[in-house]
């Protein structure tokens, strides 16, 4: 089945920085790269996704990049703020299983004023 | 954007009891639900693929017969844990896809599960 490993598990940055999460998945027939942040006890929050015919994108402070090739994505965001502090999830859904996701094991921000 | 609600969302039960989930499609009919658990500070877990008007599909490792789903409408879907035990202590989420755009998952608020 489908594998989504994510790095790294824990990232402190101080404000105003950069901070990259990045997610490998294996299965070549997943189309779909979501990415979430999920805050203690809340349901996870789309901030982001990709789909396998592009290569990047970008929202504001939020960019994805999708390299299929090497089956990766990455999740970038730029001049951090304390706000960004959350766990973020990426994840791949799989087509044969009817667009379910499977997720990453998170990583943990932390963004220091 | 689309709404999904549960209910409830935070249970605490005892051992032995079973407990039934409520995920509502608010917005759209969903032929297709998705079931997922997540433990404190890990990852969330697909447990099943809920169908409307037809059987389930478990994950491996996911007992079906401990964790009954039903979609009996293309709104509502439940998940009943039955003869709970303190592992099954748990953030239960579902999911949805809207029919027009099948890969964006729109997901309930989570039912929080304490058994004691």
């Known amino acids: 089945g489908e594998n989504v490993e994510q790095h790294p598990s824990t990232l402190s940055v101080q404000e105003g920085d950069s901070a990259v999460i990045k997610c490998t998945y294996s299965?070549?027939?997943?189309?779909?790269f979501p990415w979430y942040k999920q805050e203690l006890g809340k349901r996870p929050q789309l901030i982001i996704d990709i789909r396998s015919n592009v290569g990047e994108k970008k929202d504001q402070r939020i960019a994805v990049t999708l390299n299929k090739t090497a089956k990766h994505f990455s999740l970038h965001i730029t001049e951090t703020q304390p706000e960004d502090s959350a766990v973020y999830f990426c994840?791949?859904?799989?087509?044969?299983?009817?667009?379910?996701?499977?997720f990453g094991k998170g990583t943990s921000l932390l963004v220091t004023p | 954007g689309a709404v999904v609600s549960q209910h409830p969302s935070r249970v605490i039960c005892k051992s032995g009891t079973s407990v039934k989930i409520e995920c509502r499609s608010l917005d759209f009919q969903a032929t297709t639900m998705f079931w997922y658990r997540q433990f404190p500070k890990q990852s969330l877990m697909l447990m099943a693929t809920?169908?409307?008007?037809?059987?389930?599909?478990?994950e491996q490792g996911v007992e079906k017969d401990k964790f009954l789903i039903n979609h009996a409408s293309l709104t509502l879907s439940t998940l009943t844990v039955t003869s709970a035990h303190p592992e099954d202590s748990s953030f239960y989420i579902c999911?949805?896809?809207?029919?027009?755009?099948?890969?964006?998952?729109?997901f309930g608020p989570g039912t929080r599960l304490t058994v004691l």
């Open positions: 999911s949805t896809s809207d029919p027009r755009r099948t890969d964006t998952q729109y």
């Open positions: 299965d070549s027939a997943s189309n779909y």
């Open positions: 994840a791949a859904s799989i087509k044969d299983s009817g667009y379910a996701l499977n």
């Open positions: 809920s169908n409307e008007g037809s059987k389930a599909t478990y």
